[in-house]
């Protein structure tokens, strides 16, 4: 069973995009096997085997753009993916693009983005460490 303490200190080690695939394997360590994270307000429900925890919303809700930019989106996800852009950045960047929330599956090992609507905006593999 997890913790939203014990969550919130994994998030705290990370700066940027590039150190995303070690906190979903902190994650996994932790049993989570999903989580949705919702631009809005910034609040994550995390889903465990037998458990289910909100975390509070990080900031007052932020409209999210209703048209869909979906290059330029994956051009800042990269760039944030590469470590060139910090966690609040690339949420503004994201809401702008019309991605309302994102949706890591610890099991598949993916991470989609929606929009408002529901649909995928873009699912990508997330990287697993070596040992």
Request: aromatic share 10%.
């Amino acid at each position: 069973m997890f913790t939203l303490e014990q969550l919130a200190e994994a998030r705290s080690h990370v700066k940027s995009g590039a150190d995303f695939p070690a906190l979903v394997q902190t994650f996994i360590q932790l049993g989570v096997r999903r989580y949705t994270t919702w631009l809005t307000d910034g609040h994550t429900d995390y889903e465990g085997a037998d458990q289910r925890l909100s975390s509070p919303p990080t900031h007052a809700e932020h409209a999210i753009a209703d048209r869909v930019e979906r290059e330029h989106f994956i051009a800042r996800i990269k760039h944030h993916q590469q470590g060139l852009s910090d966690y609040p950045t690339i949420c503004n960047e994201a809401r702008a693009a019309g991605v309302q929330r994102w949706v890591v599956d610890t099991t598949a090992m993916t991470c989609t983005y929606f929009d408002k609507a529901g649909n995928a905006v873009l699912v990508e593999e997330i990287p697993w460490l070596g040992n």
